[in-house]
């Protein structure tokens, strides 16, 4: 089906172990975004990227990283889980800039970091 | 500072009880602001996209407006499945890429 899968939808990790999310999109979109949500705060910007290879950091980069080798897919990787990377997290991805354009999100991955 | 504030946090209504939902902001230079509703377990899902001030738009039972301070998502004679968390988000003022979202209002229809 058309759109914008996550996997896992729920994963369950430990301290110190990396983690790897999953983001794929059947819209060939240009941009892609990686946000996690928590109560009580907005969603929030991990990483962007603009096109295959083009990353930049959002308002909350530290202890994520990504890549882009193929515009379908968005990979956000925790390289060492800690407890304060609790979250949902959610894939977007936008035709153009999200800043001014509809950004359609997946279903999210709830990751719980023990 | 790029701001973006809901209000109520959270909205209990009867079914057909009419109401309305609150998103402040502060940013330089709007360039659009975003409704989204997202239900419990799953992804934001857009729903409207609004430019100017005096702008108006309407889908069902919902009806966006803007004005040069706030927008307001009007909720008329809502029905149980109106029952969401309604997200607003306006772009942050010097980038061209980056969301400001609020903290969402979770509303409850009771039927």
């Known amino acids: 089906d058309a759109g914008i899968t996550q996997s896992p939808r729920y994963k369950i990790t430990e301290t110190g172990r990396q983690v790897t999310l999953m983001c794929h999109q059947t819209w060939s979109h240009s941009y892609m975004f990686w946000y996690r949500q928590d109560l009580g705060h907005g969603l929030r910007l991990i990483y962007y990227s603009a096109a295959a290879d083009i990353t930049d950091k959002g308002e909350v980069p530290d202890g994520y990283v990504v890549s882009r080798s193929k515009t379908e897919n968005f990979p956000l990787t925790l390289e060492s889980a800690t407890r304060s990377q609790t979250s949902v997290y959610f894939c977007a991805s936008s035709r153009t800039s999200g800043g001014s354009d509809t950004q359609y999100f997946g279903p999210g991955t709830r990751l719980t970091v023990l | 500072e790029d701001q973006v504030t809901q209000s109520p946090e959270a909205l209990r209504l009867q079914e057909g009880e009419s109401s309305s939902l609150n998103c402040s902001y502060t940013v330089s230079g709007l360039r659009g602001l975003f409704w989204y509703r997202q239900d419990p377990g799953k992804g934001p899902e857009f729903l409207f996209t609004l430019y100017s001030a005096g702008e108006e738009k309407e889908k069902e039972r919902l009806k966006a407006t803007l004005t040069k301070k706030e927008s307001f998502l009007h909720i008329t004679a809502p029905k149980p499945e109106d029952s969401a968390t309604y997200l607003c988000?306006?772009?942050?003022?010097?980038?061209?890429?980056?969301?400001?979202w609020g903290a969402g209002t979770k509303l409850i229809i009771k039927p």
């Open positions: 988000a306006v772009p942050k003022g010097d980038s061209n890429y980056q969301l400001i």
